[in-house]
């Protein structure tokens, strides 16, 4: 079993902060000093270089980090199999997951509570980026499981579908806009506020756009904004079109702050995507959580 000083020591390596390593783990940066000083006079040499605020590894510290990943790699194999001969062995179980906003803010949380519930041993962290960082993020161990919007291709990448989802466009119920018909045409009329570069729901846009023979950088775009509720507080108040997910619109649809303005013949869907580093698909306990994951949504559609 990897110890408490290296289990430590990777989270320090993979973030390259003792800061971010002690808000990761929820204990004192001192006490991660402390777990780091610990190994590097059992190694007897130094596992990182200090500048300043940030830190680098040694080339002891790289040989030291890639073995670990490959014995924590090994270690989560050895209780996936020792589970499955005895059932009532139960570790305690630390998962970082990577979501993209739309899934992180109106998809992922009833899932979350549901899992928590059925797996008391695991403790969670989310975290909440646009599709590209979330894609950096895996590629960085920083997380091991990723849930975002599309795909963008990466040879060491695998994709699992998770779920459909359609973006559609919305504007305020004050804008005239809502008691038209649009056709793409008009887009190239109507100011824009879309999301920022990187999201996933701005590049399923831009592909739906282009299959019209619309270039997204030829429309009036007023303003990008870094978030959808962002996006969606702005467009309450303001005489912009937008296009946002249907599901983070539900309420403001249902409650009448925010109407749908067809468009025809435009019709923007994307898939959710599982992305997970290849050769760690069968790692447990991410293999169990997708599976959950798509069980609870295949019962509530």
Do not use: W
């Amino acid at each position: 079993m990897i110890s408490h000083k290296h289990e430590v020591f990777i989270e320090v390596a993979r973030l390259l902060s003792f800061t971010k390593a002690s808000q990761s783990l929820f204990i004192s940066q001192s006490a991660i000093s402390k777990q780091v000083k610990a190994l590097e006079e059992y190694y007897k040499t130094g596992l990182f270089e200090r500048h300043g605020n940030s830190v680098s590894l040694t080339p002891a510290g790289k040989l030291l980090y890639q073995k670990l990943l490959v014995a924590k790699q090994l270690q989560q194999e050895l209780h996936q199999e020792v589970q499955a001969i005895n059932e009532n062995f139960s570790p305690q179980v630390r998962m970082v997951l990577g979501a993209s906003t739309t899934i992180s803010l109106y998809i992922i949380p009833p899932v979350l509570s549901a899992y928590l519930q059925k797996n008391p041993n695991v403790q969670l962290t989310l975290k909440n980026r646009n599709s590209e960082n979330i894609l950096k993020a895996l590629l960085d161990h920083e997380i091991d499981l990723g849930i975002v919007e599309g795909i963008n291709k990466v040879s060491n990448v695998t994709y699992s579908p998770f779920m459909a989802d359609e973006v559609i466009a919305v504007c305020s119920s004050k804008n005239p806009l809502k008691k038209q018909q649009l056709e793409v045409k008009d887009l190239y009329d109507i100011p824009l506020a879309l999301r920022e570069s990187g999201s996933g729901t701005l590049a399923v846009l831009e592909e739906a756009l282009l299959k019209k023979n619309v270039k997204l950088m030829d429309l009036p775009i007023k303003i990008r904004l870094g978030g959808t509720e962002a996006l969606k507080n702005f467009v309450r108040v303001d005489t912009c079109l937008s296009f946002l997910p249907r599901q983070a619109v539900k309420k403001e649809l249902q409650s009448g702050e925010l109407v749908e303005v067809k468009i025809q013949d435009l019709s923007v869907t994307r898939t959710f995507n599982f992305i997970q580093r290849k050769g760690t698909e069968n790692n447990h306990p991410y293999k169990d959580f997708m599976q959950f994951t798509k069980r609870h949504y295949s019962k509530s559609a």
